[in-house]
């Protein structure tokens, strides 16, 4: 049922996006422009998610010495209209600004970020604060604000699969593309191969775990997990930000230890939105993920040189 709704959806959808895509290329709408920054889009082409919060963490870390800023919606943060736009604390509930940019704020906390559904109004909020280097997630689709550099996530597997937010060959607006995993190589653009991997200091090898995450590529993360040597006796995917209750953890918790399980493993974007300290029948440890390089190295420093040398001073 899903591939005949998917090609009506298309059908009906992507028309409507050429139309709105070729109003802003010819000027019909208005993109807001600032000088004063160098801004950074980070995006995707389809629903769901792709990696853009470890790549945006991993351009943050890399860039953390200059005046960065992250300008976000907020997906699914209960936040006042009238708080607007909202600066992210590392206390801040994730209720309140949403899960991603209460992470990135907790692993890069130089970066200021900002959260408000108008990105021209947060990028003129963060330029005010002293910011020069602005980075836009999930920016592809938000035409309204202009940007010096368009990074497009693709998931190396499956690249153009599922719920597409534009056809595959606007691809071609992207000036490089990071393939998370898989084979699929971009034609005629610079790209860079990267995968998911933990930082030191988590040994899985040789453990029995259970894993649970609410996140976009749950299937990448099961495959992290058994390439760092786990055996993971059960596995819990949930729909990408959702939060488990506290009773279905409980039950995944004594499932797990009835098969054996020594640690349940979640991933940062899921312990954020969980109460603490938790009261389940096994401990339950974190997994701190980062990006590795594995084609394309020469083009990851490439984007990083343009980003420093277009920061406005």
Not at 48 to 68: A, F, H, N, S, V
Not at 177 to 187: A, L, Q
Request: glycine content about 8%.
């Amino acid at each position: 049922m899903q591939l005949p709704l998917l090609s009506l959806f298309k059908l009906l959808f992507f028309p409507l996006v050429r139309i709105r895509n070729w109003l802003y290329d010819k000027n019909f709408l208005p993109i807001c422009r600032f000088p004063e920054a160098y801004i950074v889009s980070v995006g995707n082409l389809s629903i769901g998610g792709t990696g853009k919060t470890p790549l945006t963490i991993e351009l943050l870390e890399q860039l953390k010495d200059l005046p960065i800023a992250l300008i976000s919606r907020g997906y699914k943060g209960k936040y006042q209209k009238k708080d607007l736009p909202l600066i992210v604390c590392a206390s801040a509930s994730p209720l309140n600004v949403g899960d991603e940019p209460l992470i990135i704020k907790q692993r890069v906390s130089e970066a200021l970020v900002v959260v408000d559904p108008d990105r021209v109004r947060g990028a003129k909020f963060a330029i005010e604060q002293g910011r020069s280097l602005l980075f836009l997630d999930d920016g592809m689709q938000h035409r309204r604000l202009g940007r010096d550099l368009e990074i497009v996530i693709l998931n190396g597997e499956d690249p153009f699969g599922g719920w597409l937010r534009e056809p595959p060959n606007h691809l071609n607006r992207a000036d490089y593309v990071v393939v998370m995993g898989g084979s699929f190589t971009p034609k005629e653009i610079p790209f860079v191969r990267m995968r998911r991997c933990l930082f030191e200091g988590l040994e899985l090898k040789g453990k029995k775990v259970g894993l649970f995450c609410g996140v976009g590529q749950p299937k990448q993360v099961l495959d992290m997990v058994q390439r760092e040597g786990a055996e993971v006796l059960e596995h819990w995917f949930l729909p990408d930000h959702a939060t488990p209750s506290q009773e279905k953890l409980r039950n995944f918790a004594t499932l797990c230890e009835n098969r054996g399980a020594q640690v349940i493993l979640c991933t940062e974007k899921d312990r954020v939105k969980l109460s603490s300290p938790l009261s389940l029948s096994l401990p339950v440890s974190v997994l701190k993920i980062r990006l590795e390089v594995l084609e394309g190295l020469d083009t990851w420093r490439e984007i990083l040189t343009r980003c420093r040398r277009g920061i406005k001073k």
